[in-house]
């Protein structure tokens, strides 16, 4: 249990630890937050009927779409 819940402290600190340089931090915080449930729902134990495996290809998803913003928005010249 201490070793999961430095994980989780570490993972939340490494956002932080590296700026996202020309990311909004609006933007880092979500990508952030998407990091940590997709590494709560890792090491949430057992299967849940498969819909623990079906929410992390979402948030896999989520984070992708996000990737794709970045690039559309580096494109477009919001985002250096």
């Known amino acids: 249990m201490k070793m999961?819940?430095?994980?989780?402290?570490?993972?939340?600190?490494s956002g932080f630890a590296v700026p996202q340089k020309d990311v909004p931090a609006d933007i880092g915080r979500a990508q952030q937050a998407l990091q940590n449930a997709k590494t709560e729902l890792t090491n949430a134990g057992t299967d849940w009927g498969g819909?623990?495996?079906?929410?992390?290809?979402?948030?896999?998803?989520a984070l992708a779409e996000v990737q794709k913003a970045e690039q559309w928005a580096r494109q477009h010249k919001e985002m250096k």
Not at 51 to 61: C, N, P, Q, S
């Open 51 to 61: 819909h623990r495996i079906a929410a992390i290809k979402h948030v896999d998803a």
């Open 4 to 13: 999961l819940i430095t994980l989780l402290l570490l993972c939340a600190l």
